[in-house]
């Protein structure tokens, strides 16, 4: 089954919740600095949705995660705290929420928003789902180099979480 484009990238006329203008930019801040990958696994969207929302598993797929934490339920508004394998911590917001669809959450780093959308693209044979990367704030152009440079990590984690739904589902 194919499911309609999800309103989480509709950005004009979106009925998804989000939390202040984080999705107003999106068009314009993914246009500048995407990164992007899509991924399929045979776990379903459920699970794979499921993943997403356990901020206690990040770290058994996001290869940059170390650890994570999330103060109180998965929802709007809805703030955490996450350490990067290299020692760096810092925290997120959850921005955007049209479950069991998409979702996207801020890190903030210094002087700028990284912004992460996770979204269940297709889920026929297989459940298709893309993440997409961007960076806003004053020091963009500062972060976006070294973004760049983690693109084959995005590749990797989504591989691994692949993996580990595939796991789960069975």
Same mark, same amino acid.
């Given at each position: ?10 950005? +004009? !006329? &979106? ?7 984080? &999705? ?14 899509? #991924?399929?696994?045979?776990? !379903?969207? *459920? ?12 770290? #058994? ?16 508004? *809805? @703030?955490? %705290? ?5 020692? =760096? ?9 049209? *479950?069991? =669809? *998409?979702? #996207? ?9 990284? @912004?992460?959308?996770? +979204?269940?693209?297709? +889920? ?25 440079? %983690?693109?084959? #990590? ?9 993996? =580990?739904? +595939?796991?789960?589902?069975?």
């Amino acid at each position: 089954m194919s499911l309609p484009p999800c309103p989480a990238t509709q950005i +004009e !006329s &979106s009925p998804v919740a989000t939390i202040g203008a984080a &999705s107003c930019r999106r068009s314009t801040a993914r246009a500048r600095t995407p990164l992007e990958h899509v #991924e399929t696994t045979r776990a !379903s969207a *459920a699970t794979l949705w499921s993943c997403w929302i356990d901020v206690g598993t990040w770290s #058994e797929w996001a290869g940059w995660v170390g650890s994570a934490t999330l103060e109180g339920p998965f929802e709007i508004g *809805a @703030h955490g %705290r996450v350490g990067e394998t290299t020692g =760096y911590r810092t925290t997120f917001t959850v921005a955007t929420l049209d *479950a069991p =669809y *998409a979702q #996207e959450f801020i890190v903030h780093i210094f002087g700028a928003d990284v @912004h992460m959308s996770r +979204e269940i693209v297709d +889920e026929s044979e297989v459940t298709t789902f893309k993440h997409s990367v961007w960076i806003t704030g004053r020091l963009r152009r500062v972060w976006v180099r070294p973004l760049k440079r %983690r693109g084959g #990590e995005l590749a990797e984690s989504m591989r691994r979480l692949a993996t =580990y739904a +595939e796991s789960l589902h069975r």
